[in-house]
């Protein structure tokens, strides 16, 4: 099973939006509305930010939003913040019952 | 407070075997699915296994196929990861996950070391 792909950086200024991709196949993201995405500071655990495309977890600010288009999943972070600053990993449920993650993205505010 | 807790990190010399547990507390563990991940030194995350509620039905990374199993002990509320015939880039921090297709819940992982 190969990783999702995603762009290993992107980069933004306080208070832009960025918007992360995640894109797969029709095996996985195309094929399930169980697309997940985790944001991780260093040394710390991930932490679930978007699950099933779109919808938030209690707490998750309402700055991170989800959506899918065919193979590709996105995050996008709006008016980004100093703590925003962190790995960003998308994940999807497979048609073999596994789970994938992607390949990971550096989010730098500048 | 829903909290999971794993233990049975270390190093381990390349064939050999560890046992990972999995605490968890707060939830009826019994009702979930556990997924277990893992994080080499500075990459990215890895998806390994996945085990139904009831344990009867797992699934694996190709990566850990027969050499890694998962077990739960549902009156224990604990989670198992036998690892055997370890290999150096076995080496990584390991998570334990509640949840299936997504997990709001993480430990705060345990450390693997695989090296002579």
């Known amino acids: 099973q190969s990783a999702l792909t995603q762009p290993a950086s992107v980069s933004g200024s306080p208070g832009q939006s960025i918007t992360i991709s995640c894109t797969g196949t029709s095996s996985d993201v195309g094929g399930y509305n169980y697309v997940s995405w985790y944001q991780q500071h260093p040394g710390k655990a991930p932490k679930l930010m978007i699950y099933?495309?779109?919808n938030r977890p209690s707490g998750v600010s309402n700055r991170f939003s989800g959506s899918k288009s065919g193979n590709t999943a996105s995050l996008t972070i709006s008016g980004l913040q100093a703590e925003d600053e962190a790995d960003y990993y998308c994940s999807s449920y497979t048609s073999i019952s596994t789970l994938v993650f992607g390949t990971g993205t550096k989010v730098t505010v500048l | 407070e829903v909290q999971l807790l794993e233990s049975g990190g270390g190093l381990v010399q390349p064939g050999g075997s560890l046992r990972l547990s999995c605490a968890a507390s707060g939830f009826t563990f019994s009702s979930y699915a556990m997924t277990w991940v893992r994080q080499a030194p500075g990459k990215g995350l890895e998806w390994v296994s996945n085990l139904s509620g009831s344990g009867g039905s797992a699934y694996y990374a190709d990566s850990v196929k027969g050499r890694f199993t998962s077990s739960r002990d549902n009156s224990k509320n604990t989670l198992y990861l036998q690892m055997n015939s370890l290999r150096a880039d076995d080496t990584a921090v390991y998570y334990c996950?509640?949840?299936?297709?997504?997990?709001?819940?993480w430990g705060q992982g345990t450390l693997v070391t695989v090296s002579s």
């Open positions: 099933d495309v779109s």
């Open positions: 996950a509640k949840g299936l297709y997504s997990s709001n819940v």
